[in-house]
Structures are given as C-alpha cells and as structure tokens.
C-alpha cells in the first residue's frame, strides 16, 4: 500500500512519539523505532524512550537519535508504590507504564503525541489527523475492568461502542491534561492516585489509559474522531525471526504486529470482553 492511498500528507505536521520500555524489549524495540519511520505519515519530533535506567537502552537511543527519559522524571510516585498484585502475579509495572504514558503531556514538545507499545510494530503506513480529526484505532474486545473503572473515575458509563486497546494512539497534550483535571477535580485527589485507588486489585487487567483517554473524547465530541479498524496481528515468535516476505504476507490483511509474552496475552483472551 502506498502512503498515498491511505490519506497520508507527511510532513503537514510535526508528532512526538513516546515509548515506554524495559530491558526485556529489546527484541522487539529497534524495530518499533524504525517501523514508526516509515510508516507514520506525520513529521516525527522527538521519539522519547521511557525507561528504568538501562545502559543497553540508552545506547539504543543514541544509535537511533532517540532521547532517553529517565522514568523516575515522569511522575512524581514509583512503581514500588503502586503495589497492584497478589501472591501469584504482579501488575505494578504494567499500571506503572499506563501512568507515565497519560503523563506524556509533560514530556512531548509538540501539541500532539504518538505513545505505542514497545513491542508493537507498524507495517503499513498510518496516519493519525485527517481534515483537523484524530484518528483513533479500534478494535471489538476489551476487558470489563476497563468500564468499570471508566465509571468510577469519570461518573458515566464508557460511551464508544468500540474498543481503543490496539496498542498505540495519538494523544492530544491539552485534552489530556483537560481529563485528568476533570478525574482530579472529581475524586479530590491527584489524578494517579485516584485511578490506583479505583482499581478491584483482584484483577490483572483493571485499567486502560487507551480506553479512559478516548472514551473521554467520545463522550465530548465523537463528530473529531474518525474510527478505523486496528487490524492488529497478536503473534508470540521472535520478532527478529521474521522475513520481510514474511512481514509483507502480514500486511495484506493487517496494520500492524504485536509480539506479546504468551502467558499474559492468554489471560487476557481468556478475560476477553465484547465491547458495547
């Protein structure tokens, strides 16, 4: 496909794009940084990469012209303090990366910004604004956790009939800073508190930054969002190990990859819920 048939205009303005990453990303980093330079329609900034302090990670960014932030600088609480798990798992770092991604807003220089998964590759050319709309990508399951914090924090009901957890999403500084006033105001406390206290900490998969941040703009004004389908392929090999005809057999029928730990990825089919 080429970027033109899919409505691009590069270059008609400038994103930032944030990361977050571990050391365990490793494999599949590199090529989320490249796939995001050839494949996203915009002028790209600044690439942030959000980490633990890691010297394989920020030689990464210097081999790649990213800028390594320090995750310590994004919020003003720890993943120790978190503390989201029982005797048999431990989510605090996942809830942990959804914080410093809906914190964005006080890393990205540009209006807007890309946040994607660290082990999510693009393969087909993406465009985010259209004709002054996000453009946001969806899929039809979710976890039912997700709404029903939604609820808790915002008051209503989650309003898209679709779901936003595909992974990455352009996200705009001033309607993010905008909801979490609208959380703090509501609950009295500061916005992060208020989504860790609103959690049930007896399930794995009880928040979404993806769900909470768009379901709040399309409860304000669905008519500057435009919906298209994420076409994400869910795949547990190596992502290394993949052939560019491989990659281009991919392509026809998807927008992007994921090579999610089988484990989790499991759980959370298992948990899997029809979005409505």
Same mark, same amino acid.
């Given at each position: ?23 365990? *990303? ?28 890691? *010297? ?30 029982? +005797? ?69 009901? +989650? ?38 206290? @609103? ?15 768009? @379901? ?22 190596? +992502? ?37």
């Amino acid at each position: 496909m080429s970027a033109q048939s899919d409505g691009s205009q590069k270059g008609s303005f400038t994103i930032d794009v944030l990361i977050p990453a571990i050391d365990k *990303d490793m494999g599949t980093l590199p090529l989320v940084i490249d796939s995001l330079r050839r494949y996203v329609q915009h002028r790209i900034g600044t690439i942030y990469i959000i980490s633990p302090q890691s *010297d394989g990670i920020r030689r990464l960014c210097a081999s790649k012209s990213c800028t390594f932030v320090d995750e310590k600088t994004v919020l003003p609480i720890t993943k120790k303090q978190i503390r989201y798990g029982t +005797a048999r798992w431990d989510r605090s770092g996942w809830l942990y990366q959804q914080l410093l991604k809906m914190n964005g807003d006080k890393i990205s220089k540009a209006s807007f910004f890309l946040v994607i998964d660290a082990d999510t590759i693009l393969i087909r050319p993406h465009v985010f604004r259209k004709d002054g709309k996000t453009i946001f990508y969806y899929r039809s399951w979710s976890q039912p956790e997700y709404f029903r914090t939604y609820r808790k924090l915002m008051g209503v009901k +989650a309003p898209s009939p679709k779901s936003f957890v595909t992974h990455y999403m352009l996200f705009e500084k001033a309607r993010l800073s905008r909801l979490k006033q609208v959380i703090e105001a509501r609950h009295g406390k500061p916005w992060y508190n208020a989504i860790i206290q @609103n959690i049930n900490r007896k399930k794995q998969f009880g928040f979404s930054e993806y769900e909470t941040y768009a @379901n709040y703009l399309y409860s304000m004004q669905p008519s500057r969002m435009i919906l298209r389908k994420s076409l994400n392929k869910a795949l547990h090999s190596r +992502a290394s190990s993949l052939s560019q005809k491989q990659l281009g057999t991919f392509a026809k029928s998807h927008r992007s990859l994921s090579f999610h730990q089988r484990k989790v990825y499991q759980i959370a089919k298992n948990q899997q819920h029809s979005a409505k």
